[in-house]
């Protein structure tokens, strides 16, 4: 028993130093960004590219089968990130809108594999991200279809 509470401790230690360091790489990504000197067609490819490979290392940490629970943190800081870099990315770029939809996708197939019983302020916390996201994918949307007119 005391084993057990050990290792869960252990693990929200861990998960919680994780999520933290995903905070700061995204956050380092999103500097890089805007005070990239590159064109803003290829600064927002490199973030984009940057930013898959950062959610992929940090989601590829932990199963869905075995604990969902940090997986909703990951998507959650990854969201909010995207959603504040979204300004500095280039309609131009054509990985932007890819990586919306990707991300979108990922972020469903998370909530439609999660168990009935879901902590409330988690699940606060990513609806709200997930909110806002949508604003700012609506908002993109309607941009890029100014831009095809």
Known sequence: MADDEAE???AHTHSSATITALREKLQELAIA???SAESPTQSSSQYCQDFCQTLVEYA??????KDPL???EVYTVALLSYAQAS???SSQCENVPLVLERLSL???ELLLSLPEHFPGALWEEF??????????VI???KCFSFYIQ
């Open 70 to 72: 940090p997986l909703v």
């Open 139 to 141: 908002q993109r949307v």
């Open 127 to 136: 609806q709200s991200s997930v909110q806002v996201k949508c604003k700012i």
């Open 87 to 89: 300004p500095c990315l």
């Open 106 to 108: 990922s972020c469903v």
């Open 33 to 35: 960004l805007k005070n």
């Open 8 to 10: 869960q401790g252990s």
């Open 60 to 65: 590829g940490r932990w199963r869905m089968e």
